[in-house]
């Protein structure tokens, strides 16, 4: 009887693996986009400092970058309450 089970039971399995992967590697790519982001904001910071940019560029570039930041961290929120 579980031999039975194995084999009707195994094509779904197959799929909740290959769906399990893609969620792996799709919460793997927001964490190297939230890293680049943070990586690019350090970035921003030395150019402002060391005259590069102006306070209004500095502030237009920040605000882009923070609100991705804010997208992707919200929307790894929202898994971790589910």
């Given amino acids: 009887m579980f031999l039975v089970d194995d084999i009707l039971m195994s094509p779904a399995r197959g799929l909740y693996w290959?769906?399990?992967e893609i969620c792996r590697a799709a919460e793997e790519d927001q964490a190297g986009e939230a890293e680049?982001?943070?990586?690019?904001?350090?970035?921003l910071y030395m150019m402002l400092e060391t005259g590069i940019m102006t306070e209004a560029e500095f502030d237009a570039e920040e605000k882009i970058l923070?609100?991705?930041?804010?997208v992707i961290r919200g929307d790894a929120g929202d898994d971790e309450e589910e």
Avoid: G, H, Y
Wanted: overall charge neutral; glycine content about 0%.
């Fill in 18 to 20: 290959v769906f399990k």
């Fill in 36 to 43: 680049s982001i943070t990586t690019k904001l350090s970035e």
């Fill in 66 to 70: 923070l609100d991705r930041l804010d």
